[in-house]
Nanobody, 123 residues
Framework: QVQLVESGGGLVQAGGSLRLSCAAS????????MAWFRRASGKEREFVAG????????YYADSVKGRFTISRDNAKNTVYLQMNSLKPEDTAVYYC????????????????WGLGTQVTVSS
């Protein structure tokens, strides 16, 4: 399976921006659908944003639409999540994941996961 490592998390003030990266190793991700998920304290893991293998189709949860942008650079074997206008309710551990076919939107359909990176948004 693909090994994924997230980075770029940290502490940011409300209204600020942060860029997360998901670097893959072991196998290339150019032909795979990828997505970002998050898990807030005491809550279930939820879908945030997804992107197809070529990057020409993207999907977003209603809660982040217009604020977050998912992108990928297949030459670098990396997926990104640009987060703008951050809110305290965005505080969570953010995970990237993917699958061999299609874009994963339901966490149970994810074939391979990273270990996550913490994002904390202060009020």
């Amino acid at each position: 399976q693909v090994q994924l490592v997230e980075s770029g998390g940290g502490l940011v003030q409300a209204g600020g921006s942060l860029r997360l990266s998901c670097a893959a190793s072991g196998r290339i991700i150019s032909g795979k659908g990828m997505a970002w998920f998050r898990r807030a304290s005491g809550k279930e893991r939820e879908f945030v944003a997804g992107i197809n293998w070529s990057g020409d189709s993207t999907y977003y949860a209603d809660s982040v639409k217009g604020r977050f942008t998912i992108s990928r650079d297949n030459a670098k074997n990396t997926v990104y999540l640009q987060m703008n206008s951050l809110k305290p309710e965005d505080t969570a551990v953010y995970y990237c994941g993917g699958r061999e076919w299609g874009v994963p939107k339901d966490p149970v359909t994810v074939g391979f996961w990273g270990l996550g990176t913490q994002v904390t948004v202060s009020s």
